[in-house]
């Protein structure tokens, strides 16, 4: 029996949106990707709590029944797309990655298709690594960078070298 693996629509990330993901926990050692709540990140206009900023980089990520999975942020840098991307929490550890990160790749192709996609990751995350992997990223670089919370910590920038066999774009539409 072949495993079910959900296909994902990328939709405007709405305020609605952005005030459920800001409720989700994840659990350690992964909480480092949790957000503040939601009226703090409107009151600061940070990330997709800024009107504008989530028009212009935000998206969400909806399963077949419409449900928010999760994001994704598109980042532009010269001649680069850096996407961001999260999951809701109960979804991450299933085997979901690879079809959510290919969903959001092809976004960001079809947004800036002569762009190179990219992202980073903090090194120790072997779940998303291997996801990125198995989507067809591959690390490329491994630096010191600032988290969120202050604290210097490494981690790998990972470039987009193509589609996997059979994961073409448009493989994943609803």
């Known amino acids: 029996m072949e495993k079910y693996i959900p296909k994902f629509l990328i939709v405007p990330m709405e305020e609605d949106h952005g005030a459920d993901i800001c409720t ?7 909480d480092v990707y949790s957000w503040l709540p939601w009226e703090q990140m409107k009151a600061l206009d ?5 009107p504008a900023l989530r028009a212009e980089q935000y998206a969400s990520l ?6 928010l999975a ?3 942020q598109y980042f532009p840098l010269k001649g680069v797309t850096r996407i961001g991307v999260g999951m809701r929490p109960d979804l991450c550890g299933h085997g979901y990655g690879k079809s959510f990160v290919i969903a959001i790749v092809e ?3 079809r947004r800036k298709p002569s762009n190179e996609v ?9 779940r998303a690594i291997r996801a990125y992997q198995k989507s067809g ?7 010191e960078k600032m988290t969120p919370g202050g604290i210097s910590k490494p981690y790998y920038c990972m470039v987009f070298r193509g589609f996997p066999k059979g994961e073409e774009p448009g493989h994943n539409e609803l």
């Not at 940070?46 to 800024?50: C, H, M, R, S």
């Not at 990223?137 to 630096?143: M, Q, R």
């Open 118 to 126: 990219d992202l980073e990751v903090l090194t120790w995350n072997k």
């Open 107 to 109: 976004e960001a192709l």
């Open 24 to 30: 989700w926990r994840y659990d350690s050692p992964y």
């Open 62 to 67: 909806l399963d077949e029944t419409g449900e």
């Open 137 to 143: 990223f591959v690390i490329t670089d491994l630096y």
């Open 46 to 50: 940070v990330e997709f709590g800024n």
């Open 70 to 72: 999760g994001f994704a």
